[in-house]
């Protein structure tokens, strides 16, 4: 069961404050793990990566830490703003599949 | 350079009715895939294709069919719609399949009352 959790259905942050995202999986057999971002009535939109062999990986205001230990995966946006609010999808690249967590509501107020 | 485009943006159906989600993209890319998206549920995959000519059973393929119809176009049929299928339907694209960056559609919202 290649799932990946997001436990915190919402989020609510400062502008120019740090946002934090949070992802839990299952099981250790994985290639990449991704964020997606997705604004009302528009599809997904591809945010950053990471693979199984790094713990961090930073693109600009976003970077992603990955605890093969704890089995969790993080984004950070630092500083957020208003134009980050959205929801943003932790998914699991799994054999030839893309395996979504629910989702987490960013609400960035200015 | 429109990217994926779905067709129609909004439908309502009645129970057992049918319909095909239309699924276009002009990026050239071999990978084209449907996903829906519930409330709480993330999206979860339908079918998807690897290339042209083949398809394969995702996550949640019953009361599903699809149809690579060539390589920019991918269409997702319901034969008999159940209130269960109520949902937003995305269509997605990627260079190939293995490959984790994939492009969205903007999606198609489906009532079945």
């Known amino acids: 069961d290649q799932q990946v959790k997001q436990n915190s259905p919402s989020l609510s942050v400062q502008e120019g404050r740090i946002s934090i995202l949070n992802c839990d999986y299952t099981n250790s057999m994985f290639d990449y793990f991704l964020w997606y971002k997705k604004y009302p009535a528009e599809g997904p939109t591809f945010l950053i990566s990471i693979s199984s062999i790094k713990d961090k990986n930073e693109d600009g205001r976003f970077t992603v830490f990955l605890n093969k230990s704890a089995k969790h995966l993080s984004l950070h946006i630092v500083p957020s703003q208003p134009g980050d609010s959205a929801v943003y999808f932790c998914?699991?690249?799994?054999?030839?599949?893309?395996?979504f967590g629910a989702g987490t509501i960013l609400r960035v107020k200015s | 350079n429109a990217g994926v485009t779905q067709t129609p943006k909004f439908q309502v159906l009645k129970t057992g009715q049918s319909m095909t989600l239309q699924c276009a993209q002009d990026?050239?890319?071999?990978?084209m895939y449907w996903y829906r998206q519930d409330p709480g549920m993330g999206l979860r995959l339908i079918y998807y294709?690897?290339?042209?000519?083949?398809?394969d059973k995702g996550e949640v393929p019953n009361g599903y069919n699809v149809s690579r119809l060539n390589k920019r176009e991918f269409s997702l049929r319901l034969e008999s719609a159940a209130p269960s299928q109520t949902s937003v339907y995305f269509c997605a694209s990627s260079e190939q399949t293995h490959s984790y960056e994939q492009y969205f559609g903007p999606g198609t919202r489906l009532t079945v009352t």
């Open positions: 998914a699991r690249e799994y054999g030839n599949k893309l395996v």
């Open positions: 990026m050239n890319h071999n990978s």
């Open positions: 294709s690897a290339s042209e000519g083949t398809t």
